[in-house]
């Protein structure tokens, strides 16, 4: 195995690499339809678009975990995309439906782990590189295998929190599996409070490599003029339409400010999930359907068109607001609505270090309904006020990574392990 330069990229001959993933919401409509259009999760298609490049031989699994996602009975490969081998969808179909859904889970788990067992038989890669929602397998094959592993953290989730503090019999084995012997850990670094789960839960001496996100290489370019309508204020909602994003506070605080203010709001959500359906329903019930614009998937590469077109932005996420769709609304210099940091969990500690208070509204907590309505009220109606707070987030933007450096900065850390692991 050897390197050589290529492009912007340092190619490595002969390196196969094995890509386990569940299957993220922002890829489920790629796949459905079989044609690569990703709708998310641009940390994830955007390093396997380059590895297709870079390798000689990549194997992508994806996994179904979730028990309501039912489009695939059965397992299946396919072909998608830039991608010259077919991508294997591992399903969370069940054989056994007398048992508990918690010994269910563990014979789905085994499944999936004898398939990517068999797999690493079969095409013995140089490296293999999986999630969270795949640590059962990937800290068992850590521990078997002598092919280097890397553990994806996507951010710090309550369960994984939750882990390292109990000592009920799942914890016990979540730091188990936590603790194994992988050759390197690659973090997310969304707010989610990394450093103190890194510090608990990692096996100590293991490299631990925390990467912000990038975001699309935009800023300096030249946009179409949009027709915005004028002394209309558009505010902008951009994730899972769940409650660990603050999704239903989004809305309420919405309602409420359009009650408070002569100024004309207007509300655009973008995003799928679990209360989609019910938050729609509430805005017409109460009569204020018109103030709303529920958009279920948008293209990632389109998300900047709503961008441009939006005066507010606000992310009440639950744990951690340095997410992909915030960065880019940084990077697209939006006055924003964020909630304070938690410095008990260590959550949003980096963003405190990032925007000054004077380039971001803060509000007490993703539930501080009348603290967010009184910031739409008060920026709606201060133009002043959000074309300050732009100028400030700007200097900020301009430090930000584009997308093209933070894969590079990713594929470096992978060609380099590959290489020492020679």
Known sequence: MWCKNFGNFTKINLMKVLYISRLFTGLEQSVIDQKWNPTGVPTIFRLLENLEKEC???NIVFTIKDRSFNLFLKDCKMNL???????????NKQYIFFISKKIQKLFLEF?????????????????????????????????????????????IYPIMRSAIHSNNLRSKILKWLYNSPFKA???TQDGSGIEKWLTKAIR???IVHKLINGVPDFRNKKFKNYN????????TFIGKIEHSKGAEQFIESGIMAIEKTLIRLKFVVIGSGSLRDNLIQKVVNKGYKKYFNFIERVPNKNIIDFLLETDIYISLNRYGNLSNSNLEAIAAKKCMIIPDSQPSLGIDLIIDEMLSKN????????DDLEGIANAIVFLSENSSKREQINNEINKVSIKLKSWKHRIKEE?????SIVMKSV
């Open 411 to 415: 594929i470096d850390i992978l060609n």
């Open 228 to 235: 915005k309508i004028k002394d209309l204020i558009t505010i």
């Open 204 to 206: 100590p001496g293991i």
């Open 81 to 91: 995309g830039p991608f010259s081998k077919k991508i294997m969808i591992l399903s």
């Open 359 to 366: 380039a971001v509204i803060r509000v007490k907590s993703p």
């Open 111 to 155: 499944r999936h782990t004898i398939y990517l067992f068999k797999t690493i038989l079969i095409c013995k890669p140089d490296l293999i590189y999986f999630d969270h929602a795949n640590i059962w397998s990937g800290a068992l094959i850590s521990r078997v295998f002598k092919a280097p592993t890397i553990f994806r953290v996507m951010g």
């Open 185 to 187: 850990v690659i973090c």
């Open 56 to 58: 000689d031989e990549l």
